[in-house]
């Protein structure tokens, strides 16, 4: 076998594989291969921004209801349909943490969710 197949048989593997033959040939040899597994670590972590870039759900999160608790109250229940009481509960669990108004939803309805509560006076992040 030729070096250039080698290395193009090398090429096509999957890092699960190339890191199964790293350890078989640390055994075979008695070596130790340290830079396979620094050049593994970059892959992992582009895997990960992968994974945010595609996220195609999102949740508002109510943070603070700010000064203007009743409007916020009132834009809740027009987001949601909630009733007045059930929109009064949801903006006081505040206190406790923030709480999800709406959960996985497209990017541009949890924008429009987030724009219509800060314009109410809210604190909003999405998740």
Do not use: C
């Not at 070096?3 to 075979?28: F, Q, R, Y």
């Not at 582009?46 to 700010?66: I, N, Y």
């Not at 219509?116 to 006076?121: F, M, R, S």
């Amino acid at each position: 076998m030729k070096k250039e197949e080698i290395v193009e048989a090398i090429s096509k593997m999957t890092v699960a594989d190339l890191a199964d033959l790293v350890k078989i040939l640390e055994e075979k040899f008695g070596v130790s291969a340290a830079a396979p597994v620094a050049v593994a670590a970059p892959a992992a972590s582009d895997t990960q921004a992968a994974k945010e870039e595609e996220q195609t759900e999102f949740t508002p999160m109510l943070v603070s209801p700010g000064q203007m608790k009743i409007k916020v109250i009132k834009a809740i229940r027009e987001i949601t349909s909630l009733s007045l009481k059930d929109a009064k509960t949801l903006v006081d669990n505040t206190a406790n943490g923030p709480v999800p108004i709406k959960e996985k939803i497209p990017k541009e309805e949890a924008d429009d969710v987030k724009q219509k509560l800060e314009e109410a006076g809210a604190t909003v992040e999405i998740k």
